[in-house]
């Protein structure tokens, strides 16, 4: 995003009088915040300029010396069919607006129409523009699923497939100026997608994280909005709000399925209008940053029940990632458990330890609720208490038995009834046995993983296994 100029496009103004493309780019700017606005007053320029600059949207008078607006309406629709141009002529006869729109104009008004309607068709135009550009990038990043900017996701270790998805996704929104959502449990990477979204943004100001969990609707207001001297008792300076730090850059709000209700009617307020009101002020302030918030919390489900705002959802949503838990994530395990074995080994000043062939089986069968927080934290734990050359299990088994979460593996568990397509279905025994064989395999022949795989002791699974090769 082009902070100093809004949109990312230019608006090109073409028209023979002087003083109509002065008023109408004043309008543009003082009612809409357009900015990116070029002006032609000789159509034959047209052409030059479309080759050179980046331009997005024409207005195009008719009338006019030279080139007139109809012969260039024709050739703008053959050699640059995804520009859209907006037709504001003196004329106002049907036959001419009809071979406008059969040339491919996307829109037509008349000069003696209320300027701000003209003024909103063009901010109409500009948003539909957006979108398709966004569609349009994303979608040739997905088939490529390549990365113009890797290092923007140098934090981010994976070896995912969805997670480059992810990846390809961010770039393609990252200089939108609609919000983004980032959800995912906690400890899956949100803040550090987050980052990076900033970071390809382009925008020069800074990150500015608010967790909005567990605010009242005055003490988030007074953090995003600020105050003015005075606005209420105690108040004895002014407070700059969060959303003015964060000028030219981005506001990442992060826990938003917390907000309040009443939070959340200010919030939307703000996204909607652009403008906000610092407390005690009645002078409205412009908002000039990307908004960026993140939740665990499944907002679809809080929107159904009716404690997040279906109107404020569907905004929040225009760009949305699901980052995977970790246990969705089957290679990046063995993957982080090298990095952070390395890091932790280099931090603590140790010799890097050597895992266990059976650790990497062990973590698959737990559910990691922390994600990648609780992986490093349990990695760190046990390389500070390493002594030796290979790494104990006892931590990671500590760590796993406290935990209140039952064992899953890292494949997907079904969600329905894995036999209800068989036609004919195993016998009691046939079905024990193949589920033996199937957790003896995924725990690589650990009988103590294969267990607790099925959720039973090892002395049961030893009796069933005798039991099953008789
Ligand atoms: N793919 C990854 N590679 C390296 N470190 C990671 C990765 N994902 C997460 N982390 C680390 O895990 C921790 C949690 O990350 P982060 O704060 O971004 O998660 P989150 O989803 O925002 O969590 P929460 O919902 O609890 O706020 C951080 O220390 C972060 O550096």
Not at 42 to 71: A, Y
Not at 121 to 139: F, H, N, P, S, Y
Request: charged content about 25%.
């Amino acid at each position: 995003m082009n902070n100093d100029l809004y949109p990312a496009f230019g608006v090109l103004l073409v028209d023979d009088e002087p003083a109509w493309l002065r008023s109408l780019s004043l309008a543009l700017e003082s009612n809409s915040g357009i900015t990116n606005v070029v002006l032609c007053k000789d159509s034959r320029e047209v052409m030059g300029i479309l080759e050179r600059q980046n331009i997005g949207l024409i207005l195009l008078d008719l009338t006019m010396p030279h080139l007139c607006g109809e012969e260039l309406l024709t050739l703008i629709g053959e050699q640059y069919p995804d520009i859209a141009t907006i037709v504001v002529s003196g004329l106002n006869q049907v036959g001419t607006i009809v071979t406008c729109m059969k040339l491919g104009a996307y829109d037509y008004y008349v000069k003696t129409d209320d300027e701000e309607r003209i003024v909103c068709g063009v901010l109409r135009a500009i948003k539909l523009l957006e979108l398709q550009r966004d569609t349009k990038e994303m979608t040739q990043r997905f088939v490529t699923c390549e990365l113009k900017h890797p290092e923007a996701f140098h934090a981010i270790c994976t070896v995912d497939r969805a997670m480059q998805s992810i990846f390809a996704y961010i770039e393609a929104v990252a200089q939108s100026p609609l919000p983004l959502l980032i959800t995912g449990e906690s400890g899956v990477g949100k803040e550090l997608l987050a980052k990076a979204a900033h970071d390809l943004s382009g925008c020069k100001g800074e990150l500015v994280a608010v967790n909005v969990a567990g605010l009242d609707d005055t003490v988030f207001a007074d953090t995003l909005f600020g105050h003015v001297r005075g606005a209420f008792t105690g108040a004895e300076s002014v407070r700059r709000g969060m959303i003015e730090v964060a000028t030219n850059g981005t506001l990442f709000l992060d826990e938003i399925g917390d907000l309040s209700t009443a939070s959340q009617v200010k919030l939307l307020r703000l996204i909607q209008e652009g403008e906000y009101f610092p407390l005690g002020s009645d002078q409205p302030k412009r908002l000039k940053a990307r908004i960026i918030v993140a939740t665990h919390q499944n907002l679809e489900t809080k929107e159904a029940s009716g404690a997040f705002r279906r109107d404020l959802f569907y905004r929040l949503r225009t760009h949305h990632v699901l980052i995977p838990p970790l246990r969705k994530r089957i290679d990046d395990l063995p993957y982080l458990l090298d990095l952070f074995l390395e890091e932790a080994a280099r931090t603590l000043g140790k010799k890097k330890p050597t895992p266990p062939p059976s650790l990497v089986p062990l973590l698959s069968t737990y559910s990691f609720p922390g994600n990648i927080r609780e992986l490093k934290a349990m990695i760190y734990d046990a390389v500070s208490t390493h002594k030796g050359h290979m790494l104990s299990m006892d931590s990671f088994l500590k760590a796993i038995n406290n935990s209140s979460e039952h064992p899953v593996t890292m494949a997907s568990v079904p969600e329905h009834n894995p036999f209800a397509c068989f036609e004919r279905l195993p016998t009691f025994a046939n079905a024990a046995t193949y589920l033996l064989e199937e957790a003896l395999t995924r725990a690589k022949g650990n009988q103590t993983l294969a267990a607790r795989l099925l959720g039973i002791s090892q002395p049961s699974l030893w009796k069933r296994l005798k039991l099953a090769r008789r």
